[in-house]
């Protein structure tokens, strides 16, 4: 049974990042003058009852674009949600066809993003839900060398990418929870007391098991390429978060992608969800959404050493 009760509220979500990319808010300065660009939004398929979601787009070297999104009739309680894909071409008015750009049969694929390498490869990242939990996730990528023909790209490569948050890991969890406790919970009143440190002791609990904080880490918003500066070489780093958890992680490669290693986690009461950028002086952000208790805010995180 299609689970979508709104279509409308599925088919923006695909919307909404194109109309920022096709320019709905920059500005053109030439001449000394501001000039406003084109705002235009536009279908990439007819409207459905299934269920569309967690888009992410790219601009190909070319000037296409190429956009994924997952499908499927749920999200991750639903096992046959796939990673779907369309392009538009350079100069075109109208998008391809949809296609599929993964599929881990028999599992939810969700939570798709895509960014071009300094090697001018194509990376998709997702997630495959083992046991249909959040907290299940195994990450996922392909990589593609040959992306810039008419329809689906032709992955080079496949793989898994396993993080192994060490010890390190769990004392920096440990040390927040009972700075929250001590901070923040005994302010609660005597209900809700109760729950958090409940909820705090089940944080201290999964921090110490390795196999939980090795697992469960999702994509959502595009990685970062930082190029090398004085001292440094190439540097990606994948924004991730967890659901278990309700807090965010940075994957870290200095290789291309072929070895990675975990950040100290970004301790918080539900930040997600972290979209990383770049600031003039070289400073990393991460504004994260926030699942934590009232009020909501977008919550922000700062790193000065790359």
Request: hydrophobic fraction near 40%; charge should be positive.
């Amino acid at each position: 049974m299609h689970c979508v009760k709104n279509w409308r509220e599925r088919v923006i979500m695909i919307l909404l990042v194109i109309s920022v990319l096709l320019g709905g808010m920059t500005m053109v300065v030439q001449k000394g003058k501001a000039e406003a660009s084109l705002y235009k939004a536009e279908l990439i398929f007819p409207p459905e009852n299934w269920h569309n979601h967690g888009s992410c787009i790219v601009e190909l070297p070319n000037g296409d674009l190429l956009v994924c999104w997952y499908h499927g009739s749920g999200e991750r309680r639903a096992d046959d949600v796939l990673i779907e894909g369309a392009r538009k071409r350079k100069g075109s008015n109208r998008w391809s066809n949809r296609f599929i750009m993964a599929d881990t049969i028999g599992f939810p694929d969700c939570n798709p993003c895509m960014f071009i390498d300094h090697r001018q490869r194509l990376w998709l990242l997702w997630i495959a839900v083992l046991a249909n939990e959040w907290h299940t996730s195994l990450l996922r990528y392909q990589i593609s060398t040959n992306y810039l023909r008419p329809t689906v790209p032709r992955w080079t490569m496949s793989d898994i990418l396993l993080l192994k948050p060490g010890d390190e890991f769990a004392l920096a969890v440990m040390k927040a929870c009972d700075e929250d406790e001590a901070n923040y919970v005994k302010k609660l009143p005597e209900g809700e007391r109760e729950k958090a440190l409940a909820y705090l002791a089940e944080r201290r609990k999964n921090a110490a098991d390795r196999f939980f904080r090795r697992l469960g880490w999702m994509t959502r918003a595009h990685p970062v390429v930082l190029r090398g500066g004085e001292g440094f070489g190439t540097r990606i780093i994948v924004p991730l978060y967890s659901d278990g958890f309700d807090f965010a992680i940075m994957a870290i490669s200095d290789d291309d992608g072929k070895t990675w290693q975990a950040s100290l986690p970004l301790v918080s009461l539900g930040g997600v969800q972290p979209s990383i950028v770049q600031k003039r002086d070289g400073t990393l952000v991460a504004y994260m959404r926030d699942n934590g208790p009232p009020p909501k805010r977008i919550l922000k995180s700062e790193s000065h050493d790359r």
